[in-house]
C-alpha cells in the first residue's frame, strides 16, 4: 500500500465528528503563506524554562511564576509534547469547558504550539515571510491565534525546553532532567517525530558546520542565517537539498527565491515517488528546472567533506563532487517513542509508532497518543498506519480532548488520508491511496489537471493541480463515497467529480 506521510505538518477539524470538510481548505490556504511580519519570532536558544500561568509572558521571552525547583507537580490531564496536535488540544479543552487549572503541556521546544508547515514554505521567503507571533495555532483554520498569554490566560501551565528523562505510566508520574516529580490522572503522547539525520546513515561529513534539518522555528532560523553568512562571502551560493519528498521541493521553493544555485538530490526516479505518476512527477520537474532547480535522480549523497570544519562538498555515489556552501536534509522522519519502550504497545517496524484504539487510547489505562507518534487504523484502509500530516495532528488532538472531557460519547476517530503542497504558483491536494491504476485528466498545459487511481473498478485516489475550493471538495466526495469509475472516466475528468 503506498500510503504517503507528510512529514511535516499541516491541518484541521473542528467538530464533535472528527471531518475535515470546509477547515481543511481554510488551512489548505493558510499554510501557504502567511505574511504576518510584525515580529520576528526569533528566540534565544538560551530562553529560560517557564511555565506560562500567572504573569503574562511577553513574545521571545517567556515569562513564569513556577519554580521547577519544585520537587513535583500534579495535573489532571499532561500533555507531552509542543506541536501542532497539544495547541489544537488546548483549544477544544477550553471549548469543550474543560478546566485550564487542570491541564499541563510539557515541551522541548522554545515557544508553544505553532503551525508548523509554515516552517517549509513561508518562513523561508525573502521577502514578506511568516514569523511569530503570526502562525500559533490555531490561525491555520482561522481560530483565535493561542500565544504565550492565550494559555496563561487561561490558566494553563506551559513548560517550555523541558526535556523529559523516565515515564512511569503505571504510578503515572513523569521525571524532568532536572529531577522534577509530574504526577497526572490522564498523559496524551504528542510526542511527535524527529528528523532522520544524515547520521543515522553513517554518512562521513555529517558532523560538518553547514548541514541542516527543518523541524522546529530554530532549525529555519539557522538555515536563514547560513544563508546569510554564505552571501556575504560572494554573490554564488550553492545548496545541495538531499531528499526529493515534501520538504526537499518545498524547501526548495523557498530557497530559490533567494537566488541561490539549487540541486536536489534523491535515489528515486522521480519527485515524490510514492505519489506521484511519472507523468505528474514530469510536470514538477520541468517546473522546477524552469526555476533553475537542478534534479539529480537515482543517486545518493554518500559522503560530505569540508575545510575548516564547515561543509565545501557533497560527494554523490556516481562519483559526481557538487560544491556547496549549505546541505538541507529531507530524508523523512521517526517516531519519539523510546520513552515508552516496553510501557505501551508499539507498531514494529515501519512506519512505527505507539498503537492505539479507536479512541486513540494506547495499551496503557488512561494514556493516548496524538499527532504523527500515534498508529491508527482509519476505516478507509483497515490497516495500523501513522500520518505524519497537520491535518491528522489536529483532529487527533481535539479529539482526544474531547475524549477525556466526555468519555464514549462520539464516534471513534476516522481520517480520510489527505495531503497537499504549495510551491511557487503551484498548488494540489490528493485525497486517499495512490494504489491501483491511474487515469490523468486534464491538459497540463492548461496548469488545471490531475489523476484518480482505480482498484477494483472503486476509486481510491484523487489528486488535482489548481482547484479551486469547490474543485477539491468535489474531488474529495469522490473518496469519500467510494465512487465506482466509468468507462470514459478519463474523458470526464474533473466532470466526473462535480457530477457526484
Not at 134 to 141: A, D, I, L
Not at 176 to 199: N, Y
Not at 300 to 326: H, I
Amino acid at each position: 500500500n503506498k500510503l504517503l506521510c507528510c512529514g511535516r505538518i499541516c491541518h484541521m477539524r473542528r467538530t464533535r465528528s472528527p471531518t475535515l470538510g470546509s477547515v481543511t481548505e481554510a488551512a489548505t490556504r493558510f499554510l501557504a503563506g502567511t505574511r504576518r511580519t510584525s515580529d520576528t519570532g526569533h528566540h534565544s536558544a538560551t530562553a529560560q524554562r517557564a511555565y506560562l500561568s500567572g504573569n503574562p509572558p511577553v513574545h521571545g521571552k517567556l515569562a513564569s511564576n513556577f519554580s521547577m525547583s519544585a520537587a513535583s507537580k500534579s495535573f489532571s490531564t499532561v500533555l507531552l509534547g509542543g506541536g501542532v496536535a497539544s495547541g489544537y488540544f488546548a483549544r477544544e479543552w477550553i471549548k469543550e469547558g474543560g478546566k485550564g487549572s487542570d491541564l499541563a503541556i510539557i515541551s522541548d521546544d522554545t515557544v508553544v504550539a505553532y503551525e508548523r508547515p509554515a516552517l517549509s514554505k513561508a518562513y523561508l521567503f525573502p521577502e514578506g515571510a511568516a514569523r511569530l507571533p503570526g502562525f500559533y495555532t490555531s490561525v491555520g483554520v482561522g481560530g483565535e491565534r493561542q500565544d504565550p498569554t492565550w494559555y496563561s490566560s487561561h490558566g494553563i501551565e506551559y513548560l517550555t525546553e523541558t526535556a523529559i528523562k523516565s515515564a512511569d505510566l503505571k504510578n503515572k508520574t513523569l521525571t524532568t532532567e532536572d529531577g522534577t516529580a509530574i504526577s497526572f490522572e490522564k498523559l496524551v503522547i504528542g510526542t511527535g517525530a524527529r528528523v532522520t539525520r544524515l547520521e543515522d546513515f553513517k554518512t562521513p561529513g555529517a558532523d560538518l558546520e553547514g548541514v541542516y534539518y527543518l523541524r522546529k522555528v530554530a532549525d529555519a532560523d539557522a538555515l536563514l542565517e547560513g544563508i546569510a553568512e554564505a552571501k556575504k562571502k560572494g554573490p554564488d551560493v550553492n545548496i545541495v537539498i538531499v531528499g526529493g519528498g515534501y520538504i526537499g521541493m518545498e524547501v526548495g521553493a523557498g530557497l530559490v527565491k533567494h537566488g541561490v544555485n539549487l540541486t536536489l538530490v534523491f535515489p528515486e526516479s522521480r519527485l515524490m515517488e510514492r505519489l506521484l505518476t511519472p507523468e505528474l512527477a514530469g510536470f514538477y520537474e520541468k517546473y522546477y528546472e524552469g526555476k533553475g532547480v537542478k534534479l539529480i535522480k537515482k543517486d545518493l549523497v554518500t559522503a560530505l567533506e569540508g575545510t575548516d570544519g564547515k561543509v565545501t562538498t557533497a560527494v554523490l555515489k556516481s562519483g559526481k563532487r557538487l560544491p556547496v556552501d549549505l546541505v538541507v536534509v529531507g530524508t523523512g522522519a521517526r517516531p519519539n517513542v523510546e520513552l515508552f519502550k516496553g510501557a505501551v504497545d508499539l507498531l514494529e517496524g515501519p512506519p512505527g509508532g505507539i498503537k492505539v484504539d479507536g479512541r486513540l487510547q494506547t495499551s496503557a489505562p488512561g494514556v493516548f497518543a496524538v499527532g504523527d507518534v500515534a498508529a491508527f487504523k482509519p476505516a478507509f484502509t483497515g490497516e495500523l498506519t501513522r500520518q505524519e500530516h497537520v491535518t491528522n495532528a489536529r483532529l487527533t488532538g481535539a479529539y482526544v480532548a474531547r475524549e477525556i472531557l466526555t468519555p464514549g460519547t462520539q464516534p471513534e476517530y476516522d481520517y480520510l488520508p489527505f495531503f497537499y503542497s504549495r510551491e511557487f504558483d503551484l498548488s494540489w491536494q490528493f485525497y486517499g491511496q495512490s494504489q491501483g491504476d491511474p487515469v490523468h485528466f486534464g491538459d497540463q498545459s492548461s496548469g488545471k489537471f490531475g489523476a484518480y487511481w482505480i482498484k477494483d473498478g472503486t476509486v481510491v485516489g484523487a489528486f488535482l493541480e489548481s482547484g479551486s475550493e469547490e474543485e477539491n471538495a468535489a474531488i474529495k466526495k469522490v473518496i469519500q463515497t467510494k465512487a465506482k469509475a466509468p468507462s470514459d472516466l478519463q474523458a470526464q475528468g474533473l466532470a466526473f467529480a462535480a457530477s457526484l
